[in-house]
């Protein structure tokens, strides 16, 4: 979604909307088990950076106006920390 690059499916990390108390959140879905029409991006925050600057989230979940993503952020930095 953020770099377009094509990859294995399990190279990427699968996304949901949730909606929360303030709006709608993006977050991580590593298992791929989350209700919800889905979106794949690289776990890693260039990628994540590129998808913002290019507001593909809203295209992508298929939702007008703006996702919070920043629980995704916090996510894929600590991943990021711990390897």
Avoid: Y
Avoid at 17 to 32: I, L
Avoid at 42 to 62: K, Y
């Amino acid at each position: 979604m953020g770099c377009r690059i094509c990859t294995a499916k399990s190279d990427l990390l699968r996304l949901v909307v949730v909606e929360g108390p303030v709006g709608f959140n993006v977050v991580p879905d590593p298992r791929g088990r989350m209700p919800g029409r889905g979106a794949s991006l690289h776990p890693d925050l260039a990628c994540l950076e590129l998808a913002e600057r290019r507001r593909a989230f809203p295209r992508a979940f298929r939702r007008a106006g703006p996702l919070e993503v920043g629980v995704l952020r916090q996510w894929l930095e600590s991943q990021q920390a711990g390897s």
